[in-house]
Structure formats: C-alpha cells, structure tokens
C-alpha cells in the first residue's frame, strides 16, 4: 500500500503533530499532541461512512493499458478479467484485420457498475506492438501516449478556473504479456519494461499459461523475475513504496508470486454441475478461476479486489508528479509534443 | 519505418455494459476508505465569538474531552487567534482536530478591525496549501492540511437581532469559510423567545446576502435529514462538562435553583442537532466544500492577482509555462530596467558630488587667498604700526634725553646757587 516516500521527518508517526507553517502563519501553532481520552462517543467514526457515500455518488476511472504481440490474449484476458466485453476485439475489431504496420493506440470506455459502485473503465490497447520485422522503439508510440495523459492532466490542474473533478485518463495500469516460451524474457521485453516501469504501473503477466507444466511454469516465473531483477526493473507493487512492514510483508507475498501466468475465456462449460469459464481441449477443460489451473484468480483479486486503489495512488502521487516536476523544471524548451497534443486532440475531443 | 502513433481513439459514447459475474470492483470505497483511515483526517474548526459565550466550553462539550486552559481575559488590544491541536481516535479512525478561537473579539472600544485577524488567519491557510501545490516537488498526500472546514459563529442570546458586529464579520467570512451560526447560551433565552429570535437572525442573514453553509440535499441518505435540520439554524446550543444526575443516569447538564438544562435532551436545545450535523452527517461534506469550492474561489483569485489568466486575448489556452516564461520575462525585464535606472542614477550622483566638490575646492582656494591677502594686509599695518611706535620711542628717548640733560643742568645750576645761598649764610654769622 503505498503512502508515498516516507520522510524523514516521520511522517508516520502521527502521534505528534505540528502542522508545519510552511510560511510565517498568523498564529504560531501550539502543537497539543494529547491523546485525548474521550468520555464518550462522539460520532468521529462516521467519517468513514459519509466519505465512502461520497466516493459512491463520484464514482470512479480505471484505465487499464494492454500491450504484447498479437495473439497472446490480451483482449480476452481483459473481458475475463472485467467479466464483460470490454476490449477492442468485441467493439467491431475483426480479426481477420491486417496487423498494423505501426503501434496504434486504441483506447475505449465504457461503463460498469457493480454494487452501487459505478466505474468508467478504459480499456488502450496497442496493436502493432512487437508485431514488425524491425521492432526498434515501438515502445515510444506508448510511452508518449501515457505522457500526453499526463499533460493533459497538468493543463487541467494548472487552470485558473479548474473543473471540479479533473478527468482522469492517465493510466493506472499496464499489463505486459510476456510470451510462454519457457526458455527467458526476449530483448523486446526487457527493452521495454525497462523504459516504461518509470512512467507507469507495469504488472508483468505470463500469456497463455496453459502451454506449461507446473514444473515449467515455476521454473520460467523465477528466471523472469531474476531477469527482471538483474536488469533493474521494478514492477507494480514496487518495492521502494512500500509504506509500513504489514505493507511490505503482504507485497512480498505477491511480488513472489508474480508474473502471474493466466489463461483467459470468456467461454462457460459446465464442470461439475457448475458454470465455469474455461477452455475446452481433448484433454480436459481448464478452469480460468481454479487456482490449481492457473493463477488467473490472483491477477484479478490483486489488481481489481485488493489494489485498484493503490494503483490509481501511485500513478497520481508518483508517476504524475515525477512527470509534473521534470516538466516544471524543464522551463526552458517546450517539449514538442505539447504542440502535437493540441493537434492530436483537438480532433478528438 | 515511421512508428509514430495514429490518433487515439477514443470511444465517447460510453456504453453502460453488464458484468456477467462477480469482478469485485465494489471493494473499491473500501479500499479508498482504508487508505484515509491510515492516513487519519483532519478537521479544523474555527470559532467566532465574544469573550466568554461559551465557545471553549461547547467544544470541550462536542468533543467529549477536557481540551485546555484559562479563559481569556476582556483586556485584549486586539483580535488575536490561538490554534491548537488534538488527536482523537475513535474505534480505528484517527482524527487530526484542531481549534482555533478568537481571542478578544468584541472587547475592544472601536471593533472597526475585528474581522481583519480572522480573514487573514484564513487566507494564510489557503495560502500556505496553494505554495504547496505550486512547488514544483511537492507532497500533497501528506500535506497536513490547516484549512478552516467550518467556522461556528456564535451569536449573543440577545433576544432580539443580530449585532452589527457580526453582521459585518458574517459578510467578510461567507466566501471564505463555511459558516455555522450558532446562539450562544441558550438557556437564557425562553421557548417563545428563540423562535422569534432564530427567524429573526435567519431573516436578517438573508436580507444582508450572508451565504452561510448550506447542507447538502443531493444525496438521498442524508438529504431528508439535512432538510429537517436547516429549518432549526441557527442551532440554539447550551454547552457544559459538567454533569448532573438525572433520574437514574449522568449526564451533561447545567444546574438552576429552577431545573436542569440538560445538553443533550432535544427539547432544551439544539445541541444535538449540532453534533449531528456538524460531525456526524456532514464532516466530510465540510471538508469537500472548504476545498472545491472556497480554497479554489482563493486560488483563482490569487492567481489572477498575479497575473496568470486561461486564455490569452487570442483565446486560445495558455499553458501555464508559458505564463511563467512571460513573467519570468517580464519580471527579469524590470529587474534590468530598475538596475539601468539604478545605475543611471548613481553616476549622476557621483557627477553631482563631484562638481559640487571641484566648487567646495574653489571656494577654498579663494578663501585662501583672502585670507592670504588679509594677512599680508595685517602684517603690514603692524609693521607700520611698529614703526610709528618705534619712532615714538626714539622721540620719546630724545625728550627723554633732552629733559635729563635739563633737569641735570638744572640741578647743577640750584645745588650751586644752594652753596651761594648757604655760603651767604654762613657768612652772614661770622
């Protein structure tokens, strides 16, 4: 759970509390840090329900970011995962389309409600990524695209009269399909996550599981990780926003797990007198959402049941604010893909 | 191979799509809820009153907690503000609470300034949260945030209308802060009289234009409550930490040789209806308020005091670079020019000082010579002078001189006839 690089001035511990004046205030602080002993109920706790009623009536983004060859299933990992159609396959995408010849980003929403929760979730995909003979920089369409999300969003924020709720297209998440060879991670790979674990959240996921073994599989899993490892990539949950030890603890847990190899349907067989989503082979069904199967299960729970929530955080306090900063800083020469935003988006928008 | 990318498209029509199964995405204001609760909230709380209304002991009486100090004395100058701060916890929420009271408000003679020190407490706190979202590496998420959220504005049980006083103050305090208008010392007053008085000051809020907070009615679950509480303000509240055995319980109470108020019985004031609105329905729509609406009413308002706008005459959006280049630009132009003027300034300076200095010499050498001539003048009158004295003196010497000779011969001339005489004498004896 991320709460941001803790400083040193500790501001974990909460039990003392000047509020610092960042310039001379009218009144000097008095800091009271009396735990003061109540003696009765106030009614404090029910901030919890009038902030969760809140969040219910705004409801929520989630922009979740494909990218990996064609074929590996990335657009029906994400119908399995959103339990819907909402990848580019189902919106009028043919397959019998000619791979692009150049990484296109395609972005698309929709609306989703589950619980009273309403969430707009967009779903970018990259087709064309790795798919060329040449493969030099194909990662750039990308990275420029989670930038100009990013600008858009500082324009936004830096307005003298701001929307109440700025939109958010910044993306939160990016899942990297990595192909099931079983043998290591390819340069491509490498190449990539290595420029972009900077900008964004990149969770790694291993395509097609059902190509391995059990055996095969934990072995690829350790020798991914050891090469992610060794060429410095850190993946979602990084290690350096690790906020307390019950944090550190619970992402270890599923650091070591990870990439997660999952197999995606959106198929339902009957097993067991039950309605499951698998594939079927000569050989057997396998159940998406058995966790004996595939690890499918887990990737859902970690990114949407446990840390949606810390995605989005370490993208608006991390990501966005690293970008923010460097732009700040670069007073000098306007970056040109300002001018291009405006061109690219002013048809779009 | 050019690998630049096509137009991103983005789907707008944004379908409403049904889940086929459990995703679990409804986990999400939990986990939302449980970052804040990690984090704790804040809560800041300012009270606007005269000396001695109560405003200490209602929120010792709100909070459950014996929270401070002396009372103030009547004999402040000024209007000054004293914050102080509290952690309360309450099952697992953490809250950061602080107060901050006016000291001094409405004890001096001429209150003309008494608004001043609060708008300024204010404006410093919004201040001090838009440098923080300026810097270029800021921390917004752990920003302890000092903000007013609510301002609990006391008002005198008169009986009768509101002071001018507050009237003024209100109005200064309304864009600013959300502002809860509370009577004081309630017990003071009879039934008949408050409702009376309560319509009277809501009137006369109305007639001034005074926006105070208005609770929100959007919401289904907290709408009819809020509605049914709104045509109770201002909330006739008693406050005391005291407490009273009533029937077979304690509780908060004031003790009267005519009865007990009781603090939290509904039929002898408001003060429920207080804590109810103002921590349990609406803290975090206070919170919401105070930064969607009045912190970005002060930062558009500072900004635009600064210069910066949206568009630019040919309407189309400047990005705040560029703004900053063209202060930066603009500024530094000033600052060269004060410098040229600057410079400018001091070499005439230094000619001026110099010619004055060049005449100062002239003046001296001329005076100089004056003074040479004088003395040349002088010396030769004193010689003459001298002279004619030394001539005297010579003459002086000759008569000198001459009269000695004379006196001598003169003497010479009777010592002889002397001898004659006394020759004769002597002679005319024998």
């Known amino acids: 759970m991320f709460k941001g690089p803790v400083e040193n001035k500790n501001e974990a511990a909460m039990s003392e509390l000047v509020p610092e004046p960042r310039q001379k205030p009218v009144v000097p602080m008095k800091p009271m840090g009396i735990n003061a002993s109540l003696l009765g109920y106030i009614g404090i706790d029910t901030i919890i329900e009038q902030m969760r009623k809140k969040t ?5 983004d989630f922009n979740i970011m494909v990218v990996g060859q064609s074929g590996l299933g990335k657009s029906t990992l994400v119908n399995t995962l959103f339990k819907s159609q909402v990848s580019r396959k189902s919106s009028g995408w043919n397959r019998e389309e000619k791979i692009p010849k150049t990484v296109e980003i395609k972005a698309i929403g929709h609306v989703i409600e589950e619980g009273g929760v309403k969430m707009k979730l967009t779903v970018i995909d990259t087709p064309g990524f790795g798919d060329q003979i040449n493969n030099e920089n194909c990662w750039e369409p990308i990275e420029k695209y989670i930038n100009e999300q ?11 009269a701001r929307k109440k709720r700025i939109p958010d297209t910044r993306v939160h998440c990016c899942l990297y399909f990595i192909s099931p060879t079983g043998h290591s991670l390819r340069p491509l790979d490498l190449e990539f996550m290595k420029h972009l674990s900077k900008v964004v959240n990149i969770i790694p996921v291993i395509a097609k599981a059902d190509t391995m073994t059990l055996e095969e599989k934990t072995e690829f899993k350790q020798r991914v990780r050891k090469e992610l490892e060794v060429n410095g990539i850190e993946f979602y949950p990084q290690k350096e926003f690790d906020e307390d030890l019950e944090d550190k603890t619970e992402n270890d847990k599923i650091r070591e797990s990870m990439p997660f190899a999952v197999v995606g349907s959106d198929k339902e067989y009957q097993v067991n007198g039950k309605r499951v989503l698998g594939r079927k082979t000569p050989w057997g069904i396998i159940e998406v959402e058995n966790l004996s199967h595939c690890e499918f299960a887990l990737l859902r729970d970690f990114v949407i049941r446990t840390h949606l929530q810390d995605l989005k955080e370490v993208t608006h306090n991390i990501h966005y604010e690293t970008y923010r900063a460097k732009r700040l800083n670069d007073n000098g020469g306007l970056p040109p893909m300002t001018v291009e935003t405006e061109e690219n988006h002013e048809s779009n928008l | 191979m050019s690998l630049i990318s096509k137009n991103v498209q983005m789907n707008d029509d944004l379908r409403n799509l049904s889940l086929s199964g459990h995703v679990g995405f409804d986990s999400l204001p939990d986990q939302l809820v449980n970052k804040s609760t990690s984090q704790g909230f804040c809560f800041n709380i300012l009270c606007v ?5 109560g405003k200490s002991t209602l929120m010792d009486t709100l909070f459950n907690t014996k929270f401070e100090s002396e009372p103030a004395t009547h004999n402040e100058p000024g209007v000054r503000l004293k914050a102080r701060s509290y952690e309360l916890q309450e099952s697992n929420v953490r809250l950061k609470l602080t107060i901050v009271d006016t000291v001094g408000f409405g004890d001096q003679i001429n209150k003309d300034d008494s608004y001043k020190p609060i708008v300024e407490y204010i404006d410093a706190q919004f201040e001090a949260y838009l440098q923080e979202e300026l810097k270029i590496k800021r921390s917004l998420f752990n920003y302890h945030d000092t903000r007013i959220h609510a301002c609990l504005y006391f008002i005198a049980p008169t009986g009768h209308s509101l002071k001018s006083l507050d009237l003024v103050t209100m109005k200064k305090l309304d864009s600013k802060v959300n ?3 509370i009577i004081a010392k309630a017990d003071t007053i009879a039934k008949n009289e408050l409702h009376k008085f309560k319509s009277k000051i809501m009137s006369e809020l109305v007639s001034n234009g005074v926006q105070i907070y208005q609770f929100p009615t959007d919401e289904e679950t907290v709408a009819e409550i809020n509605a049914t509480m709104s045509v109770h303000l201002p909330f006739a509240v008693v406050g005391s930490t005291e407490e009273v055995k009533i029937g077979n319980k304690m509780a908060k109470a004031r003790q009267y040789p005519w009865g007990v108020v009781q603090v939290e019985n509904e039929n002898h004031c408001d003060f429920v209806k207080l804590r109810e609105m103002l921590i349990r329905v609406n803290m975090e729509d206070l919170r919401e308020q105070t930064h969607t609406r009045h912190y970005e009413l002060y930062r558009r308002c500072k900004l635009e005091e ?18 900053y280049e063209a202060k930066r630009n603009e500024f530094l132009g000033e600052l060269q020019k004060k410098e040229d003027e600057m410079r400018q300034m001091f070499v005439m300076r230094v000619k001026e000082k110099e010619a004055e200095l060049k005449e100062a010499e002239k003046d001296l050498h001329e005076k100089f010579d004056h003074l040479k001539r004088t003395h040349q003048e002088e010396k030769k009158k004193v010689e ?3 002279k004619e004295l030394e001539e005297e003196l010579n003459n002086f010497q000759k008569k000198k001189a001459a009269a000695q000779l004379l006196q001598s011969q003169a003497q010479q001339a009777g010592s002889q006839q002397t001898k004659k005489d006394k020759d004769k004498k002597n002679a005319s004896f024998t």
């Open chain 1, 56 to 60: 219910m009536k705004t409801g929520f």
């Open chain 1, 150 to 160: 990013y600008e858009k969003f500082l324009k936004e924020e830096v307005n003298i």
């Open chain 2, 49 to 53: 009153g005269e000396t001695g209304i």
């Open chain 2, 179 to 181: 502002i809860i208008p």
């Open chain 2, 306 to 323: 600064m210069g910066f706008k949206d568009t630019d005459p040919d309407s189309k959006p400047f990005s705040l670079q560029e703004t």
């Open chain 2, 384 to 386: 003459d002078k001298k």
